[in-house]
């Protein structure tokens, strides 16, 4: 079954720098990556998704690229700010029915 | 809209007790599921439904129960508590998935304690 690996899961900008999250998956018929952000205490919220038709989307300071010959996506903070301190989960779908399976998740912490 | 809603907020079990988590949706969904959420381990599939009197497995079914007689409810049972389910318990919906995927969204979370 598919399977997701995430990396890193702990890291930690300044104020204003970038910051970048890796997951690769293993089945190839996976067609949906989405990524949450989960604030401490909080449920999962989407905050941007790509579909394995499109090579990089874009929502202002979030960016989203996926390599489907290497099997691996990535998500792009820049200008980052306190409150993009949180948990980030990718996901890929996998199986018939679309399921998604989670990576581990990254802890982000963004020092004023 | 109340979105997704999930009762109880809290809940603290003995081992061998059994107990239904509730999980409503008003937003017509046809796709339900249940997460938990451990340590280090991000969300782990339980059990999904693709519509009403559908139900399948997904990546740790074990030790509990499922049922779809509604669209819009979809609680999650445990048969006899072990401390080994002591974790946070999320469901989700989203539209159906036979066009492609689509966003799931979350409930608040059930975070249950099994003694």
């Known amino acids: 079954g598919e399977n997701v690996e995430q990396h890193p899961s702990t890291l930690s900008v300044q104020e204003g720098d970038s910051a970048v999250i890796k997951c690769t998956y293993s089945?190839?018929?996976?067609?949906?990556f989405p990524w949450y952000k989960q604030e401490l205490g909080k449920r999962p919220q989407l905050i941007i998704d790509i579909r394995s038709n499109v090579g990089e989307k874009k929502d202002q300071r979030i960016a989203v690229t996926l390599n489907k010959t290497a099997k691996h996506f990535s998500l792009h903070i820049t200008e980052t700010q306190p409150e993009d301190s949180a948990v980030y989960f990718c996901a890929a779908t996998g199986g018939s029915q679309g399921n998604l399976i989670f990576g581990k998740g990254t802890k982000l912490s963004v020092k004023p | 809209n109340a979105g997704v809603t999930q009762t109880p907020k809290f809940q603290v079990l003995k081992t061998g007790q059994s107990m239904t988590l509730q999980c409503a949706q008003d937003?017509?969904?046809?796709?339900m599921s249940w997460y938990r959420q451990d340590p280090g381990m991000g969300l782990r599939l339980i059990h999904y439904?693709?519509?009403?009197?559908?139900?399948d497995q997904g990546e740790v079914p074990n030790g509990y129960n499922v049922s779809r007689s509604t669209t819009e409810d979809f609680p999650l049972r445990l048969l006899s508590a072990a401390p080994s389910q002591t974790s946070v318990y999320f469901c989700a919906s989203s539209y159906s998935n036979l066009a492609g995927p689509n966003e799931q969204f979350f409930g608040p979370g059930t975070r249950l304690t099994v003694l």
């Open positions: 089945d190839s018929a996976s067609n949906y």
């Open positions: 937003m017509n969904h046809e796709y």
């Open positions: 439904s693709v519509g009403a009197g559908i139900t």
